[in-house]
T-cell receptor
Framework: AQSVTQLGSHVSVSEGALVLLRCNYS??????LFWYVQYPNQGLQLLLK??????LVKGINGFEAEFKKSETSFHLTKPSAHMSDAAEYFC????????????FGQGTRLTINP | DTGVSQNPRHKITKRGQNVTFRCDPI?????LYWYRQTLGQGPEFLTY????????KSRLLSDRFSAERPKGSFSTLEIQRTEQGDSAMYLC???????????????FGQGTRLTVV
């Protein structure tokens, strides 16, 4: 079975500071990995995904994530936080084959301090 | 706007009543998923359609829940005899492609928030 653990349900950073949101996954097969962002009362928007190839993945809004197989991690980073980055962030994993249903972590709420 | 439309956005119902939600996916997407998200949690998979065929259902989908996608386009999710524990955000997602692949990205609707009182 696949699972995702997001370390820290709430992260707070100052505007302009580095954002680091942690995600570890468990999967018996090579996974697809995703980060989604959710603004209040909205659906989920894809930030970035890892499928195959380059392990450093760049996404929208200046975010990037690095797939580290040896550490089973897929941490999300952004060099300089902006007030508009305040939202809930979800890491997710899916199998390459089959239904490709997403298994989500519990989410990390990012707060940006002025 | 992802192109996936869900209606209604909000629904308040009394315990024991039946409710139905609708999802209109992106038109060329033949795979459709339903997820449920409770407060402070990540979404959980409920069920999955490829075209009109319902191919997988989660154990979370009790007998009171039923989903359909009659013509392989829009989908409905019905909850019968609602309970307070059904209160959640119900999210629909659609994916392009008939088989898994590198372009298999799920586009989510804005969700239907159900409150059972």
């Amino acid at each position: 079975a696949q699972s995702v653990t997001q370390l820290g349900s709430h992260v707070s950073v100052s505007e302009g500071a580095l954002v680091l949101l942690r995600c570890n996954y468990s999967s018996s097969v090579p996974p697809y990995l995703f980060w989604y962002v959710q603004y209040p009362n909205q659906g989920l928007q894809l930030l970035l995904k890892y499928t195959t190839g380059a392990t450093l993945v760049k996404g929208i809004n200046g975010f990037e994530a690095e797939f580290k197989k040896s550490e089973t991690s897929f941490h999300l980073t952004k060099p300089s936080a902006h007030m508009s980055d305040a939202a809930e962030y979800f890491c997710a994993v899916s199998k390459i084959q089959g239904a490709q249903k997403l298994v989500f972590g519990q989410g990390t709420r990012l707060t940006i301090n002025p | 706007d992802t192109g996936v439309s869900q209606n209604p956005r909000h629904k308040i119902t009394k315990r024991g009543q039946n409710v139905t939600f609708r999802c209109d996916p992106i038109s060329e997407h033949n795979r459709l998923y339903w997820y449920r998200q409770t407060l402070g949690q990540g979404p959980e998979f409920l069920t999955y359609f490829q075209n009109e065929a319902q191919l997988e259902k989660s154990r979370l989908l009790s007998d009171r829940f039923s989903a359909e996608r009659p013509k392989g386009s829009f989908s409905t999710l019905e909850i019968q005899r609602t309970e307070q524990g059904d209160s959640a955000m119900y999210l629909c997602a659609s994916v392009v492609g008939g088989s898994p692949g590198l372009n298999s990205v799920a586009f989510f609707g804005q969700g239907t928030r159900l409150t059972v009182v």
